[in-house]
């Protein structure tokens, strides 16, 4: 957080990490973790990063009973959500049909050029939006996310 400019000790209770150990956890358990977290703290929003382990342990009908059950009680209680994944945006729709749950779906990916690597950006979703789906390099510095445009 401090090589970013945030201080936790300023944020207080504004700010809240916790993090789980996704082997030690069942379906039933993330339900809980859940509800317990919206009910305790009464966030405006929440992050999950990353998704990934829950996707690898949890069965798949299992990891979309509680993708939709997140969708669920997030609208219900108006919260914006950020998922992060490592896995590529069309292997886990085919995973999860998850694009039929978000609202908007940013891909930040790695590509070779000669002997580097450099990093894109690509909307691939903004439900009720027309966006550009062109993909545009990115560089993040110590002053942020610069976008070629």
């Known amino acids: 957080?401090?090589?970013?400019?945030?201080?936790?000790?300023?944020?207080?209770?504004?700010?809240?990490?916790d993090y789980y150990v996704p082997e030690a956890l069942t379906p039933l358990?993330?339900?809980?973790?859940?509800?317990?977290?919206?009910?305790l703290h009464e966030p405006t929003v929440i992050a999950l990063d990353s998704i990934t382990a829950m996707q690898r342990l949890l069965l798949?009908?299992?990891?979309?009973?509680?993708?939709?059950?997140?969708q669920l009680i997030c609208k219900q209680r108006g919260l914006t959500v950020f998922l992060t994944s490592t896995y590529g945006?069309?292997?886990?729709?085919?995973?999860?049909?998850?694009?039929t749950l978000?609202?908007?779906i940013v891909i930040l990916r790695y590509f070779e050029i000669k002997d580097t690597m450099g990093r894109e950006i690509v909307i691939l979703?903004?439900?009720g939006s027309a966006h550009?789906?062109?993909a545009v390099s990115f560089e993040i510095t110590g002053s942020g996310m610069n976008v070629q445009t």
Do not use: V, W
């Open 60 to 70: 798949r009908q299992d990891f979309i009973f509680f993708l939709r059950y997140l």
């Open 89 to 99: 945006a069309i292997e886990a729709n085919k995973e999860t049909e998850i694009s």
């Open 1 to 17: 957080m401090k090589s970013i400019g945030l201080d936790q000790q300023k944020l207080g209770d504004k700010f809240i990490i």
């Open 29 to 39: 358990h993330y339900h809980a973790l859940l509800r317990e977290m919206l009910d």
């Open 125 to 127: 979703k903004t439900r």
């Open 132 to 134: 550009d789906k062109k």
């Open 102 to 104: 978000a609202d908007n």
